[in-house]
């Protein structure tokens, strides 16, 4: 039996016994000691998520103190089948074992060639009829960067719409894409100029104080306004760039009639819709990809994360009437990444033979609805949002003064509180949104209703602890 087969097999039944709670203790250990004194100060996670990790399997992960904890990370949603899953592990062991070359750029090879047919075969028919794919540096902002050199070579127009909450990278190029002014602030001047921000449909705390369906009309004429007024200000943009569900945004998922409306207003201005399917692709909101949920076919699909399995990958798949770039246009030495591809293939095929999507969703709909339970004991709970496991539950303050539509200000003291109140009983979850204000579930797809059920009792205690200390 190996180590990582031993961590999971011998779990107890429950992590959060019925009628005691186990609370980690957390003291910095020689790993992390070195690693603050080693490591660049722009590390991130550590600082909220103090571990030194030894082994993982499944939606499971232990640390060196021999502690264990139920990972809803999940590699920022990298981990679609979780950690070191089976197939996986096979298929690594298998490009190993055939002794085929590791890294080959750009050229072709059989595992390369059959991860293209098993992601072309994942897109809807009229996308994969005429896609074409790049694979990129392995990292989703490399693929966005990619996306917008493609963009501007076929439109020969240079202006790029983004929306409010967005996140697409931490690049020089995406990261003028990026909503949060946090990283950008110290860099003054980006590199990349003609970026323009548009109000994204979040309508829990609705741009125009509206909300609702007049929310959404509100935004697609404003649109439409600004891509068609020749008075605008703007010029004409080679494309708009959106995240169906925006993550690091805070879990904000857009308006289904929205989507539609913008793909309607794009296509007929002749701009290209770039969606950022980085976090949200490959079954995590219940289907494939995210813009499947709106029926819309986008002209550019940025991915990354999930479509390695666990290993460093990056492709742009795009309509070819955009293929007008030269030779070289766009490179990369670990474009190549053999592992990364026959890894993906296996996920790809076990999202599919297993009715992965259909799981993700019922999954979800199971935590949202343990959510909104304790919604009824915790009015701190001010909006449970996303699709399928890619959730979110925006802390508020209900003593705070209410906004135009009447919400509670976010309760951005008590997030890290939240955080912190989960790790210690043995669940990982990560913050996002406006002042750090929303505790996000991003679990493995492989999560079972019984871990359900458990991550939702861990986090109603965990909000228990949190608002006892205010």
Not at 416 to 444: N, S
Request: charge should be negative.
């Amino acid at each position: 039996m190996s180590v990582a087969t031993s961590l999971i097999e011998n779990q107890p039944a429950r992590i959060v016994p019925e009628h005691a709670e186990t609370l980690y203790q957390f003291n910095e250990s020689p790993l992390l000691a070195r690693q603050n004194q080693q490591e660049s100060n722009a590390r991130s996670y550590p600082r909220r998520i103090p571990l030194a990790l030894k082994r993982a399997r499944g939606i499971y992960v232990e640390d060196v103190e021999g502690r264990h904890f139920i990972d809803c990370l999940a590699g920022a949603g990298t981990l679609a089948l979780g950690h070191n899953h089976p197939v996986v592990i096979e298929a690594i062991q298998q490009v190993l074992s055939d002794e085929l070359p590791l890294h080959t750029l750009d050229l072709t090879t059989p595992v390369k060639d059959q991860f293209v047919q098993d992601l072309f075969g994942l897109l809807p028919p009229a996308l994969a009829a005429e896609a074409k794919i790049q694979f990129c540096g392995p990292t989703g902002t490399d693929a966005v960067e990619a996306a917008l050199k493609l963009v501007r070579t076929a439109t020969g127009r240079s202006t790029v719409l983004s929306f409010q909450g967005g996140y697409h990278g931490m690049s020089q190029g995406a990261l003028s894409l990026m909503g949060s002014l946090g990283p950008k602030k110290p860099l003054g001047a980006l590199l990349s100029s003609g970026v323009q921000f548009m109000p994204y449909p979040y309508d829990y705390r609705c741009p125009f104080g509206l909300g609702g369906a007049q929310g959404v009309q509100v935004n697609l004429n404003y649109l439409d306004n600004l891509l068609n007024d020749p008075e605008a200000g703007v010029q004409l943009p080679a494309a708009v760039i959106v995240e169906v569900v925006q993550g690091e945004g805070g879990v904000i998922p857009a308006d289904l009639d929205w989507l539609r409306g913008v793909r309607r207003i794009t296509e007929k201005a002749g701009v290209a819709l770039i969606v950022d399917e980085i976090q949200s692709g490959f079954a995590r909101t219940g289907k494939m990809f995210a813009f499947e949920h709106a029926g819309i076919i986008p002209d550019v699909v940025v991915m990354s994360k999930a479509i390695g399995g666990s290993l460093p990958l990056a492709v742009v798949v795009y309509r070819d009437w955009l293929d007008t770039w030269l030779p070289g246009a766009h490179a990369g030495t670990f474009r190549g990444n053999q592992m990364a591809m026959a890894a993906g293939s296996a996920v790809m095929r076990y999202l599919v033979e297993h009715k992965v999507c259909e799981h993700a969703a019922a999954m979800g709909e199971r935590l949202s609805e343990h959510l909104r339970i304790l919604q009824r004991d915790f009015p701190q709970l001010g909006d449970i949002r996303g699709r399928g496991l890619m959730l979110g539950v925006e802390l508020v303050d209900p003593t705070g003064t209410p906004d135009a539509q009447g919400h509670p200000p976010i309760f951005a003291r008590l997030a890290p509180l939240v955080q912190r109140e989960c790790l210690k009983r043995g669940l990982i979850l990560e913050l996002g949104g406006r002042h750090g204000g929303v505790v996000r579930f991003l679990p493995p797809l492989v999560i079972t209703a019984a871990e359900i059920d458990q991550v939702a009792e861990i986090f109603g205690r965990a909000m228990a602890a949190a608002t006892a200390s205010l």
